[in-house]
């Protein structure tokens, strides 16, 4: 399963440069309705400030400025394993159709829109990321096959 994934390079369909926005963008970006997550970092208690510094850091040493692998797009055809690709329809941060391009890239993979919802589902619209597994399972991935 990939859920709003980044990675893949797909022409016209550039990933959101994470490291030139600010948090309140960052949110903007992420989420259908950001109103519900908004924090402001300097409100979090020191020891919270310092692991979100560390993600910030950790991000940028294993996905790089272009958050992209040149190469992995090609490899995924060699997958054989169904794939749910789950993407927010809102998602600011990388558009649908690099989504379906995900999914396209993978022979067994299908994407399924997630209506109100932006980059980060498990947190905005968790029930529906549940329902979207739980129906996958339900039909034995039957749905994958092309």
């Known amino acids: 399963m990939l859920i709003d994934a980044v990675g893949i390079e797909v022409p ?3 990933v959101a440069d994470f490291f030139s ?6 949110f903007q970006r992420s989420f259908h309705n950001p109103e519900p997550f908004r924090i402001d970092p300097a ?24 958050m992209a692998d040149p190469t992995l797009l090609e490899r995924l055809g060699s997958l054989e394993i169904p794939t749910l690709v789950l993407w927010g ?11 379906r391009a995900y999914a396209a890239a993978i022979p067994k993979a299908r994407v399924q829109l997630l209506p109100d919802t932006g980059h980060s589902p498990q947190q905005e619209t968790p029930d529906q990321v549940i329902h979207a597994i739980w129906d996958s399972a339900d039909t034995g991935f039957s749905a994958f096959a092309r």
């Open 89 to 99: 329809r809102s998602d600011g941060i990388v558009d649908v159709d690099y989504g």
């Open 43 to 66: 409100t979090l208690p020191p020891a919270a400030q310092a692991i979100a510094a560390g993600n910030r850091a950790a991000i940028s040493v294993y996905a790089g400025s272009a």
């Open 12 to 14: 016209g369909h550039p």
């Open 21 to 26: 926005l600010t948090m309140d963008q960052v």
